[in-house]
C-alpha cells in the first residue's frame, strides 16, 4: 500500500514548519508527524487517528478544573454550571459584587478584558443561576425545533428497527448517529450503542485476529476473511446503499416536523407546498430579511459577529445588546483503543489537573526518533543525508533498512529515492546501559565489528548517526508496472566513483542545483527490541512485552484483546516503519539559490 | 531538521553550580527572592521583579530575550500584596512576553510576545501561541492550546506533549554552547533593557 503525507492534525504542528519534514506512517497509510501517532503493543504497529476508538472518560470544566460526572453533563447540556462565558469575547466571566446606594449588594458578572458586565448589558437584569437560564433556554424558538426533530429521529429509529432487512439496518445506523448526535445518553447507552455499530465490521476481527489495515468506512463493502472481494455475491452483499427515495422520506418527515414561519407575505411563497399554507402568520423567524430593522441600527459596532452569534445558539441576536452570557462549555478527557485488537493505548488520569497517564502507549515513546543533522549535495541529483536515531526506550533497539517488503517501499508523490544505505543489521543503545544476558552482548559486539565506516558516522549512548544516499528521480522499473503500483524492492544504482567526505563537518563549497522545491522520499526500517537475525530459542519469550510489564494485565471489560496474543515467531515481532521525508531544498546545506 | 546549537559568548554569561546560565545583561531584581532550580536559561534583556515577592523557576526551563517576570498582585485591604510566582520544570518562554501569573506548570510552552496577566493559572502540559493576551485570572488546563486577543481554548494537544517538551527543552539546553567555533555564527548583541 502506498504512503500517504497528510497535513498534521494539531494547530501545534502545523505551526512548527519542521514538523512537515519527517512524517510517519500509520499502518493505514496515512503519515504524520510523530507526536500524532501511537503504538499498539500488541499488534506492534501504529495507529493514526483513524486506527483509534476513543471513549469519553470524564468530563470538566476548564476553568475550575471540576471534574462532572457525565450524567450531570449531559443533564447541563455539557456546559459547566458555575463558570460563565463573555458573550462578546469569550473569556471566563468573573462574580464581582457592588452596593449600592442604599446598601443593597447585588451580585453581578463582569469581563476582564473587555469589561462587559452583566448589569449595564441588555434591558432586564441578567439573572444567572442555572435554572432561569434553562428555562430560557427551552422557551426559545430553536431549542423547541430542535426538540421536534429529536422527537421524530427517535420515532423513526424506533419503527425501523422492528424490521430487519439489510437495507433497513442502514437507515437505522444512520438514524442512531443522528440520535446520538443531537440528543445526550447516559454513558451505559453509549457503549453498548457502540457496540452494536460495531458488530457487523469490527467485532468480527476481534475474534478472528485479522488484522484490519483500512479504518473503518461503512460505505466501502465488507470483506469476510477467505473470501473474495469481487465475487457476485460479495458485491450484492456489501452494496446496500439507501436510496435518493428512502433518504428523501427521511427528509420530508423532519421538515414536516417542524413550523417554519412565514417569512413576509409578499415574497413568492411556493405554492406547491400546502403544508406551509396552514401556518398562521408568525413573526419573522429569519431576520436578515428584516430590512426595516437592520436600517435603524446607526452605529455598526451595535451588531454582532457571526462567532457571537454562533455562540448564542437559542437566540442568535444581531444586536449586541441582546447576548447573554452562556455556561462555559466542558471539556473531555478520552481514553483511546487500538481498533485493531481494542486494546487500550491511551488512559488519562481522571483528575482533570493531572498530566499523568494509566496507560500511554506513544509512538514518541517507542519508535525510534529521527532528525536530520546535515543533508547535502553530493553531485547532481545525489544526495546524502546524515540521519541521527533516537532510541527512547530503556533496552536495545536493533534495526535493518529491509530491501524487499510486502506493500510499497515509495509514497504517493516521491520524487527521489534511496540509493545507498546500510544493509545489515544495527542497533542503538538504550537510554540505561541494561546488558541483561551475553548473548545480545556477543550479539552486539559482532554487529559492531561488521560496521562499515561509509555509513556510520557516530554512535553515542542512545543515539546513532548513520550516513544515507538518495538519488533524485525514481527509478524507471517504477513506471513500468502501471498497474501494479507497488515497489516491492529497493533498486540501487550507484555510481562507481563517487566522492564521499569522511569527515562530517568539511564543507563543500560547490553549490547544486535542485530539480524540485522539496525532495520527498521513503526509508523503510524494521526494528524490533529483540535482535532480527540471531535466533535465541531459549529466551523466545523476552519480547517487547517484557520491557513493560504491567501491560500484560491490560486486559479491559471488553476482554476480547486477551485473545489476541502477539504471534509466537520471533521473526514476526518486528515493526515495520515507513518513514517519509519531505524536505525543502533550502535546508540543503549546498543547494543554489 | 536538527536545530544547529547556538553559542554564546562566555564572558557574557553566568554559569552556576547547577548548570543555571545566566546572561549578564539580563536584570534580576532582588536576587535574594530567585530561585533557579538548575539547567535553567535566561537571556539577555530579561527581567526578573524578585523584588516583589519569591520567583522559582524549575530546571531545564528556558526564558528568551527581552521577557519580564513579574509576580502578580491583588489589592487587599487597601494594600498591594504580591504573591510569590512559581514557573515549573522545563518550561519555555518566548521573547518579548510579560509573565504575571501566579503559577506555571511544567512542560509549558509560551511562544513570542505574549502577555500573561495578573494571577493567570497554568497547568502542565499546555502551549500559549505567538502574541496571545490571557485575560487576568485565566486558568489554562492541561494538554490545551490557547490563543487569540483574549486567549482562549483553540484544541487539544496531541497525548504525547509532555515528553515531547522535555525532549525539546532538554536539547535546547544542551544545544546551548560556550564558545564560538566560527565567527560567522554570532549573535548580534541583544541591548538590554532597563527599568524606568
Not at chain 1, 512548527?16 to 500509520?26: A, E, M, V
Not at chain 1, 429521529?153 to 438514524?175: F, G, H, Q, W, Y
Amino acid at each position: 500500500m502506498y504512503s500517504q503525507r497528510l497535513e498534521n492534525t494539531y494547530q501545534f504542528n502545523k505551526n512548527l514548519t519542521n514538523h512537515d519534514i519527517i512524517k510517519y506512517s500509520c499502518n493505514c497509510g496515512k503519515s504524520y508527524h510523530l507526536t500524532e501517532l501511537y503504538y499498539c503493543i500488541s499488534c506492534l504497529k501504529t495507529n493514526c487517528k483513524f486506527c483509534i476508538t476513543e471513549d469519553i472518560d470524564c468530563y470538566y470544566c476548564p476553568n475550575c478544573l471540576e471534574h462532572i460526572s457525565s450524567a450531570e453533563a449531559s443533564l447541563n447540556g455539557n456546559r459547566c454550571k458555575k463558570c460563565f462565558e463573555c458573550p462578546m469575547c469569550f473569556n471566563v466571566l468573573t462574580y464581582s459584587a457592588s452596593t449600592n446606594a442604599n446598601g443593597v449588594e447585588t451580585f453581578f458578572l463582569n469581563c476582564t478584558f473587555c469589561k462587559w458586565n452583566s448589569i449595564n448589558s441588555g434591558e432586564k437584569e441578567f439573572r444567572f443561576d442555572s435554572h432561569s437560564i434553562k428555562a430560557k433556554n427551552e422557551e426559545s424558538e430553536a431549542y423547541i425545533q430542535l426538540n421536534k426533530v429529536l422527537e421524530i429521529v427517535n420515532k423513526e429509529s424506533a419503527e425501523l428497527s422492528s424490521l430487519k432487512d439489510k437495507k433497513t439496518l442502514t437507515r437505522i445506523k444512520i438514524a442512531q448517529a443522528m440520535k446520538q448526535f443531537l440528543g445526550q445518553q447516559s454513558k451505559h447507552q453509549k457503549h453498548s450503542q457502540r457496540k452494536n455499530f460495531l458488530k457487523s465490521d469490527e467485532q468480527r476481527w476481534i475474534n478472528s485476529s485479522v488484522p484490519e489495515p483500512l479504518p473503518d468506512n461503512n460505505l466501502l463493502p465488507k470483506i469476510t476473511p477467505g473470501s473474495s472481494l469481487l465475487t457476485n455475491a460479495n458485491i450484492k452483499k456489501g452494496l446496500t446503499p439507501i436510496t435518493t427515495e428512502d433518504s428523501d422520506k427521511m427528509q420530508q418527515d423532519r421538515v414536516q416536523s417542524r413550523i417554519f414561519n412565514k417569512i413576509e407575505s409578499t415574497l413568492p411563497t411556493n405554492e406547491n407546498n400546502t403544508l406551509f399554507d396552514d401556518a398562521e402568520t408568525k413573526d419573522q423567524y429569519d431576520d436578515d430579511l428584516d430590512l426595516d430593522q437592520l436600517n435603524k441600527i446607526e452605529d455598526a459596532d451595535e451588531i454582532s459577529t457571526l462567532a457571537q452569534r454562533l455562540h448564542q445558539i437559542p437566540t442568535q441576536s444581531k444586536s449586541l445588546k441582546k447576548l447573554e452570557p452562556h455556561h462555559r462549555p466542558l471539556l473531555t478527557r478520552r481514553s483511546k483503543r487500538c481498533k485493531r485488537c481494542d486494546r487500550l493505548l491511551i488512559k488519562p488520569d481522571v483528575n482533570p489537573g493531572k498530566t499523568e497517564f494509566k496507560r500511554q502507549h506513544f509512538a514518541y515513546s517507542y519508535l525510534p526518533r529521527i532528525h536530520i543533522s546535515k543533508i547535502n549535495w553530493i553531485d547532481n541529483d545525489l544526495f546524502e543525508m546524515f540521519l541521527v536515531f533516537n532510541n527512547p526506550l530503556h533496552s536495545h533497539l536493533f534495526m535493518n533498512f529491509p530491501m524487499e517488503i510486502k506493500g510499497s517501499m515509495i509514497s504517493l508523490d516521491d520524487n527521489a529515492q534511496l540509493v545507498d544505505l546500510y544493509q545489515n543489521e544495527t542497533f542503538i543503545g538504550g537510554l540505561l546501559d541494561e546488558t541483561d544476558d551475553m548473548e545480545k552482548e556477543a550479539h552486539i559486539q559482532q554487529l559492531k565489528n561488521l560496521e562499515d565506516a561509509r555509513y556510520f558516522i557516530d554512535r553515542k549512548d542512545n543515539r546513532l548517526k548513520l550516513r544515507f544516499i538518495g538519488k533524485v528521480g525514481v527509478e524507471n522499473s517504477v513506471f513500468d508496472n502501471n498497474g501494479q503500483d507497488e515497489v516491492t524492492h529497493l533498486i540501487i544504482h550507484l555510481p562507481d566513483q563517487l566522492l564521499l567526505n569522511t569527515d562530517e563537518n568539511t564543507i563543500n563549497e560547490k553549490k547544486f542545483n535542485s530539480k524540485f522545491e522539496n525532495i520527498k522520499f521513503t526509508i523503510c526500517l524494521e526494528f524490533s527490541t529483540k535482535s532480527l537475525t540471531l535466533n535465541n530459542n531459549n529466551n523466545s519469550s523476552s519480547n517487547i512485552a517484557s520491557t513493560t510489564p504491567k501491560d500484560e494485565n491490560d486486559n479491559t471489560p471488553l476482554g476480547s484483546s486477551g485473545t489476541l496474543q502477539p504471534p509466537s515467531e520471533s521473526a514476526s515481532q518486528k515493526t515495520l516503519l515507513k518513514i517519509l521525508f519531505d524536505i525543502p531544498s533550502k535546508n540543503f546545506t549546498n543547494t543554489q539559490l | 531538521m536538527q536545530t544547529p546549537p547556538t553559542y554564546f559568548e562566555k564572558s557574557q554569561y553566568i554559569e552556576t553550580l547547577n548548570g543555571n546560565k545566566v546572561s549578564k545583561s539580563s536584570i534580576l531584581c532582588g536576587i535574594m527572592n530567585i530561585r533557579l532550580h538548575g539547567k535553567t536559561i535566561i537571556k539577555p534583556g530579561v527581567i526578573v521583579r524578585g523584588d516583589l515577592a519569591t520567583v522559582n523557576i524549575g530546571r531545564l526551563s528556558i526564558v528568551s530575550e527581552n521577557t519580564v517576570i513579574r509576580p502578580s498582585s491583588k489589592k487587599f485591604k487597601g494594600s498591594i500584596v504580591y504573591f510569590p510566582q512559581n514557573i515549573g520544570d522545563h518550561v519555555f518562554i518566548g521573547e518579548g512576553c510579560v509573565i504575571s501569573a501566579a503559577s506555571i506548570g511544567s512542560q509549558v510552552y509560551i511562544g513570542k510576545n505574549c502577555i500573561i496577566s495578573k494571577r493567570c493559572i497554568l497547568k502542565d502540559c499546555c502551549i500559549i501561541e505567538d502574541g496571545t493576551i490571557l485575560p487576568p485570572d485565566t486558568v489554562v488546563p492541561p494538554f490545551t492550546y490557547y490563543s487569540g486577543v483574549p486567549g482562549v481554548y483553540k484544541e487539544d494537544l496531541p497525548d504525547c506533549t509532555d515528553v515531547f517538551q522535555k525532549d525539546y527543552t532538554t536539547s535546547l539546553y544542551e544545544s546551548f554552547l560556550p564558545n564560538i567555533p566560527k565567527p560567522s555564527t554570532s549573535g548580534s548583541p541583544i541591548k538590554p533593557v532597563t527599568i524606568s
